[in-house]
């Protein structure tokens, strides 16, 4: 027979794996991984009528009940110490679980961005090691798992950080026209930090390629624009204010124009 608690419990769990299920159609444009953070943060404390002690156990039954976004968040409440206490070796075992579970999940599916972030974050733990959970820093399989996110999930942050290890010897070997192509699937997806990176390799010009400063400076306004506010304001601005100096007149003007016409479909315009 259950006892009130375990009624409680449950009453709870039902309520965040509904709410969870909910995120994946929120009334606005948000991820899943977004919806469950929100959802987190609406059931916490007094305000959701749900303790914390509560809310962490029902996460965990969502999660032995195999909602992958029970985990992410769990995943990032110990990768954070956001209500528990940090631990790097409980987060990389709900990432890697998500990871292990659903790496063929549908490309596009409601979870989709939470699983290919979570085997970015498990590359990471790979990149860097985590001694305490028994991994070595193993760059080549830190690699494998960046790039399943990045091709087969067409994950825009992956593929970003892909182009970025093609800026790398010591990583996937210097190589800016396979960099360029990465940072402009990412780009095309919307990606700030990627719109600035193709921007400043087209402005300069790659191996066998003459450079296109038009282009080079469009991408780099609508990056600018993207990335308003946040912590990439700041290199992506410098990143701007050099080329403009470099540019002509004719130049900032074509590419201002470019921008303007085409920025609403990769940016803030």
Same mark, same amino acid.
């Given at each position: 027979m259950r006892t009130v608690r375990e009624r409680s419990l449950i009453s709870v769990a039902a309520v965040v794996v509904l709410a969870l299920a *909910? =995120?994946? /159609? #929120?009334?606005? =444009?948000? %991820? =899943?991984?977004?919806?469950a953070l929100d959802m987190a943060n609406l059931l916490d404390g007094a305000g959701g009528g749900v303790s914390s002690d509560d809310l962490l156990a029902a996460l965990e039954d969502a999660a032995d009940a195999g909602q992958p976004m029970a985990m992410w968040q769990l995943g990032t409440m110990y990768e954070n110490g956001e209500g528990v206490a940090k631990d790097p070796?409980?987060?990389?075992?709900?990432?890697?679980?998500?990871a292990n579970q659903h790496a063929d999940a549908a490309p596009k599916g409601v &979870?989709?961005?939470? /699983?290919?972030?979570?085997?970015?974050? /498990?590359?990471?733990?790979?990149r860097d090691g985590l001694p305490d959970a028994g991994i070595k820093a193993d760059s080549d399989r830190s690699h494998a798992l960046l790039l399943h996110a990045a091709t087969y999930f067409g994950d825009a942050d992956a593929q970003y950080r892909v182009g970025m290890l093609y800026l790398e010897e010591n &990583?996937?070997?210097?190589? #800016?026209?396979?960099?360029?192509?990465?940072?402009?699937? =990412?780009?095309?997806k919307g990606h700030g930090p990627a719109q600035a990176k193709l921007g &400043?390799?087209?402005?300069?010009?790659?191996?066998?390629? &003459? #450079?296109?400063? /038009?282009? @080079?400076? *469009?991408?780099?306004?609508?990056?600018?624009?993207?990335?308003?506010? %946040? @912590?990439?304001? @700041?290199w992506v601005t410098d990143m701007l204010n050099h080329a403009l100096s470099a540019a002509s007149p004719a130049q900032r003007s074509e590419a201002t124009t470019l921008a303007q016409t085409v920025g609403a479909q990769f940016g803030r315009f």
């Open positions: *909910m =995120a994946g /159609v #929120p009334a606005r =444009a948000q %991820t =899943a991984a977004d919806a070796v409980k987060a990389f075992g709900y990432f890697s679980q998500i &979870e989709s961005d939470i /699983v290919a972030q979570s085997f970015v974050k /498990v590359g990471d733990y790979f &990583e996937l070997g210097v190589n #800016p026209l396979q960099s360029a192509r990465w940072f402009s699937l =990412a780009a095309r &400043e390799l087209l402005f300069k010009g790659l191996e066998g390629v &003459e #450079p296109q400063p /038009v282009e @080079g400076l *469009m991408w780099l306004t609508i990056s600018r624009q993207r990335v308003s506010g %946040t @912590g990439d304001e @700041g």
